[in-house]
Each structure stands twice: as C-alpha cells, then as structure tokens.
C-alpha cells in the first residue's frame, strides 16, 4: 500500500490545483461597449460560454470609463471588460485571461490595442502577432505575444 503514496499525493495535487485555477477566474464581468459594436456582443457571448456572466453596458462614455481604469493613451480597443479586481481592454484572446487569473499579477488589467482579425469576436485567420500588453496608472509594459 505504501507504494501508492506518492501517486496518491500527486494526483490529490494536481487535481486540487486544477480545481484551484478554474476557482480562481471570476464568474461575473462587466463589458462597456458602443451600442452598434456587434464584435462587442461576440466577445461577450464567448465569454459566457466559458461560464461568466457579462453584464453589456452600451450608454456610457467609453473614454471616460478607460480614463477611469488607468489605460494608457493609444492602447484602446472597441470594449472594455471589468471583470474581478483586472481591467480587459479589447479582443484580448483567452488564453491571456487564463494567465492573468492564474498568474494575478499585480497590474490594473491587461489589453490587446485595435481590433486583430482573428482574436475572440474578430473572425478571419490570424495575420499577425499579437502583443497582449499589462498596464496600471497609463503605463504599459509587455505581457504576453503570440
């Protein structure tokens, strides 16, 4: 029997580890968007199939609520996401989500600028790099590219 502990322990914690990442990402968001944005409405909609609840807000001034949130000048995109204690600017691909909440740096929120073809909501094949940036108080430095 005692053979069996090690891979008792290590499947106990990966499994609670696995439990704890998912634990980890927020079930509620907040997305402020233009009411004709229809990628807007995409990207909420994907968001929801991976379990959170977004809560659309389509009669507020977008710059003053990025403003608020301390993005940086010239990084905006079409939306912009509250969602836990981070900001989400833009088409930001999931996989970048997942590594905020996993990861919970210590920035104001992270952001894609523009809107890149092939990013969640955005259809068409990936043309480019895209460089996911983190941000807090209008600065910027590099999270992620891919």
């Known amino acids: 029997m005692n053979r069996f502990a090690p891979t008792l322990f290590f499947s106990t914690a990966l499994l609670l580890g696995a439990a704890t990442a998912q634990a980890a ?61 981070y900001v989400i600017e833009g088409h930001v691909p999931f996989v970048a989500v997942e590594k905020l909440f996993e990861e919970r740096p210590d920035t104001g929120g992270i952001g894609l600028a523009g809107m890149p073809i092939g990013t969640p909501g955005m259809p068409g094949p990936k043309q480019e790099d895209w460089n996911v940036y983190q941000f807090r108080d209008g600065e910027a430095n590099s999270f992620m590219t891919f």
């Open 25 to 85: 990402s927020p079930t509620e968001a907040t997305l402020y968007k233009n009411p004709q944005c229809g990628c807007c409405d995409e990207y909420a909609r994907q968001l929801e199939e991976r379990g959170v609840s977004v809560t659309i807000v389509d009669d507020v001034e977008l710059g003053k609520v990025k403003e608020r949130v301390g993005l940086p000048y010239g990084l905006g995109a079409c939306h912009t996401i509250e969602m836990g204690e």
